[in-house]
């Protein structure tokens, strides 16, 4: 993660941080038995940053593309960025607010529709009323995840990392 941080242009500030470590089993579904239980870790930094949410989405994902991600072929949003490493399979999500309304939405959990959810450890982020704040002055805020799958129940690979 660090690595990641240091890529961004004019180091953002940092807000905090949070970590999960779980394990994901998809449910069993009309007759099928559920799937092997996969694990994964997500660390969250939660930054402050200047400028146009826009401007400040391109000149990320330059950056990082320059530096071992891979831009999604999807089409997002421009506050809405995901890479992937294809050395490591992991999954780097960024999502930017500027409006004071969508503070929630940035510290939300992700949920996993579909699956059994098994929480291993969670730290959660804390500062919410920080990042509205800065919401309220005018700048931007960002939550970068890093996510990355680690096990595989029935030995074999992991799977992809999932983020939501």
């Keep these: 993660m660090e690595q990641v941080l240091d890529a961004l242009p004019d180091t953002p500030q940092q807000l905090g941080a949070a970590t999960t470590d779980h394990c994901l089993r998809n449910a069993a579904f009309e007759g099928e038995p559920p799937g092997p239980l996969n694990c994964q870790w997500r660390t969250d930094r ?3 940053f200047d400028g146009d ?5 391109e000149e990320w994902g330059k950056a990082l593309n320059s530096n071992q991600w891979v831009s999604s072929e999807e089409s997002f949003p421009p506050e809405w960025r995901e890479y992937r490493n294809p ?3 992991d999954r780097l999500v960024i999502r930017m607010v500027q409006d004071g309304s969508e503070v929630p939405r940035l510290v939300a959990a992700p949920r996993f529709e579909g ?5 291993r450890e969670r730290r959660d982020f804390t500062g919410q009323k920080e990042a509205a704040q800065a919401v309220a ?3 931007r805020v960002a939550r970068i995840s890093l996510v990355h799958a680690y096990y595989r129940q029935d030995g074999q690979p992991p799977f992809e990392p999932q983020w939501w």
Excluded: N
């Excluded at 949410?53 to 989405?57: D, E, N, Q, T, V």
């Excluded at 699956?115 to 929480?119: G, L, T, V």
């Design 87 to 89: 050395r490591t399979h």
């Design 53 to 57: 949410l826009r401007a400040a989405a």
């Design 137 to 139: 002055e005018g700048r």
């Design 115 to 119: 699956a059994e959810e098994y929480k």
């Design 46 to 48: 939660y930054v402050v």
